[in-house]
């Protein structure tokens, strides 16, 4: 309900006008009173002056009259006084006080003082004409509570002149004109006054309307309304100031409505939820269209959304929500699949958000939700690729081994190297090939290993021999191969070990039995032939027919190009080729191609050829062999298309993964960034209106203005921090070196002020030290844990402060100590959470970004930090670097 002052309140526009008549009305009333106070004395004085000078005159013509006792002159001249304005009483009193002359027949002969007592008003004129008036001059005196002015004029006869003129009259013309002078006067300053409200309201308050109207279509949102005021004056400049706020809060609304459709056009779902079965919502994202939903169903609670969330992610996704929201963290993720509107599930990255009161109750629940489908599809495949590498690296038939460049250590070996050696893995691990191959063997390998790392080649091949645990000698061939950094360096070894002795020995009893041959080439698919220059005679295995699928009864081909009639059209070139370039040649050459497909089914084979010359010059004896390798080419191309195939997956996959990662960092950096904008906006114009116009607010509007400012502060001090964070994320460690005990000085000369204002007692236990570290991020750590440790202790009664650094075998150890706050180390993890508190903001301040950023900080260097603590014993905090 309205107050009554606020009831009476007038516009301005009335308010002005009105007052400047009120004050033209009492100007006037004023003036008035002051003249009617004024007349009586004016009055007084101006017929006093009339008076005497009409006395003086009639003094002189009565003086000469008197003389010559001339009776009905004088009383002539006394009864032509009557005619003077005013003129109420005239008497000429012979000395004896007799009246000689009066206005009043009556009156004559009679004593004075008998006239004065039939007249109570004149009763004064006693006193003044028998004791007060002077003997020579004339004497003008008011009558006391009358308005009658009495004059005496005394004669050198002895007689006296008494006139009494009423002042009545005089004050009553006096009056009138007064009155009249007024009205003129207060006719004139009303109608000045009124010119000058409508001038006011012609240049000042339709000003003034139009301003207000401007910041009321302002209000209601329309900021494209701009006051346009010209001038130098007061409203102009608000006007000019509003419409410059208006242009900065458009393009700051313009920013806003341009996040949110980056958001609403990003991969990430913004989602805010009542603490209701069913977790309803009260806000999501437009980007939810992404999954096939409307905002609006789920907002009207048409769609619940823990009915979207997979059964069998659900129960654990309800207890940890309930534990989040019973005990913390307010910061947490979680990870479980959604149905999407066409029954598809995909994975989302949940980062959820809990807002309490200062009773700590849960107020507000909000989310951001990230489609991770594609890294967990990456995932999964990266997880597949390395567990089939893992078992190709653990191949039952073939040792393998990673080597480093710079010597002849081994860095990882398989079981079956092992197994070749007679050595367990970690026996491998801590010896050297070198040391278990003999020579000449030895000078070999290393010759072709530096021929590696002079970049001449990218991998050699070579039969060497091992000397196994048990000192036998154990044949093998090796395959060498170089893995390269991008730049080109060396990175590692890769080696193959196949132990050949048995083939050796296989080898040599081959030779030995050669009637096994057909034998073992039917087993193998294996088919040979020969043929001699000199006779023309072609001989074909059993195994060569069964190869091509060809009747033994027609016998051979009878020629070359018969030949290649059996051979796959696209390889026949390739073939003919091949089976010229024998003549000449003693060395096995091989060649691999396909069978005609007239001929039946895709079959692969792997021919070699080998001539050898005959003592006819000019002639070869040609002897080969056709091993039939379909099935081992169908695996080698279902493994080199799987690989390729897993290569290409785990490519896009990775960047995918990379190219939403850097999208969702540089959101991330230009949301924190462009929010200083708007703020900066509202901190000018906060601190404008409480240096300009905290007075006109009252005690609450100026606590208000406190908040906002403060609140302006923090946010900026939170933007700032994020931007901090954002930064040691992003930017390169420089690893340089670092003295230590320098390193603190510094930063102790930096905190010179709030230790003496504190009057912190400083302990240092320094090892003289020195780390290969990057230098700015070292002097973040250093400082956020110094500044925390003067904060958290400066309401002891003595604070103290302690850092200290040591080695400690390989390790090297800082650590900073204070006697303050402490806090329960099962809050020890949160602390080093972004935007996480354990006290009030009012009892300290900060923005709970700063173990966050020592914890990224010392992350990034390679170490790792950890606190020690409990409530109201202080803290302690660790950093550890490896030497």
Known sequence: MKSLSSRLTLPGRWLAPLMLVLFALTASTINYVVQVRKVGAQVLEQETRRLRERLSVEQSRLSAQTSMENQALVRRLVGGMGLYSGMQHTYLLQPNGVVQASLVRSDIGQAFGDVLRQRADLAALATLVFNGPSDVAISVVHLPATQQLAGVVPFTSGRRLIAVVDLRLPQAVRFADMQQEAVREGLLLLGLASLLALVVHLVWFRRAQRLALALKRMGEGNLQTRAALQGHDELAMIGTEADRMAQRLQVGQARIRHLVDLVDRSPVVVVEWHNLPGWPMTYISESVAQWGYQPSALLDGQVLYADLIHPDDLVGITAEAARYFEHGPDEHRQEYRLRCADGRWVWVDDRTTLTRDNQGVLTGISGVLLDITAQKEAQ????????????????????????????????????????????????????????????????????????????????????????????????????????????????????????????????????????????????????????????????????????????????????????????????????????????????????????????????????????????????????????????????????????????????????????????????????????????????????????????????????????????????????????????????????????????????????????????????????????????????????????????????????????????????????????????????????????????????????????????????????????????????????????
């Open 380 to 883: 999964l495949a990266q997880q597949e690729q390395a567990e089939f590498l893992r078992l190709f690296y653990e191949l039952p038939f073939i040792g393998m081994a990673i080597s480093a460049p710079g010597s002849t250590r081994w860095i990882q070996v398989n079981s079956q190297l092992c197994a070749i050696l007679g050595y367990t893995r970690d026996e491998l691990l801590n010896k050297t090939w070198a040391e278990m191959t003999p020579q000449p063997d030895l000078d070999q390998n290393l010759a072709l290993r530096d021929e590696m790392l002079a970049n001449r080649t990218d991998n050699y091949k070579m039969r060497k021999r091992f000397v196994r645990k048990d000192g036998s000698l154990v044949h093998t061939e090796i395959d060498v191969r170089a893995v390269r950094h991008p730049d080109g360096t060396l990175k590692h070894l890769f080696a193959t070990i196949k132990d050949i002795t048995e083939r050796l020995q296989a080898e040599a009893a081959i030779r030995t039995q050669k009637e096994l041959l057909e034998l073992a080439e039917s087993m193998a698919g294996l088919g040979s032939w020969l043929y001699d220059t000199q006779t023309h005679h072609i001989w074909w295995s059993r195994q060569m027919y069964r190869n091509f699928d060809r009747d033994p009864a027609l016998g051979p081909p009878v020629d070359l190009n018969a030949y290649l009639d059996c051979i796959h059209p696209e390889d026949r070139d390739r073939v003919d080729r091949f089976m010229r370039s024998i003549p000449g040649n003693e060395q096995m050459i091989t060649a691999e191609f396909r069978r005609h497909p007239d001929m039946g089914p895709l079959r692969w084979f792997r021919g070699s050829v080998q001539s050898k010359a005959m003592v006819t010059a000019g002639l070869h004896q040609f002897s080969g062999t056709l091993l039939d390798i379909t099935q081992l080419k169908l695996a080698q191309t279902s493994l080199e298309q799987t690989n390729a195939e897993l290569e290409q997956r785990v490519t896009e996959r990775t960047a995918q993964l990379r190219r939403l990662n850097e999208e969702l960092e540089a959101f991330s950096y230009t949301v924190s960034h462009d929010l200083k904008a708007p703020l900066r906006g509202i901190d000018g114009y906060s601190q404008l209106l409480e240096e300009e116009h905290s007075k006109d607010l009252n005690e609450e509007g100026r606590q208000f203005l406190g908040r906002i400012r403060r609140g302006v502060q923090q946010m900026g001090d939170l933007i700032s921090g994020v931007l901090d964070y954002s930064r040691m994320e992003r930017r390169t460690m420089e690893h340089q070196r670092v003295d230590v005990p320098a390193l603190v000085a510094q930063v102790i000369e930096g905190f010179s002020a709030d230790i003496e204002s504190t009057h912190v007692r400083l302990s240092l236990k320094l090892e003289p030290m020195v780390m290969q570290l990057d230098r700015e991020g070292m002097a973040v750590v250093l400082r956020n844990l110094v500044g925390n440790a003067i904060k958290f202790s400066r309401a002891t009664t003595q604070p103290e402060v302690e850092i200290g650094a040591r080695t400690d075998g390989t390790r090297r150890i800082l650590w900073v100590r204070d006697n303050g706050v402490g806090f329960d180390m099962k809050y020890h993890d949160r602390i080093f959470g972004i935007f996480q508190r354990l006290q009030r903001a009012e009892d300290y301040q900060g923005t709970g970004l700063g173990l966050a950023l020592v914890a990224k900080a010392v992350q990034r260097m390679g170490g790792r930090v950890w606190a020690e603590s409990q409530p109201g014993q202080g803290s302690v905090f660790y950093l550890e670097f490896p030497a």
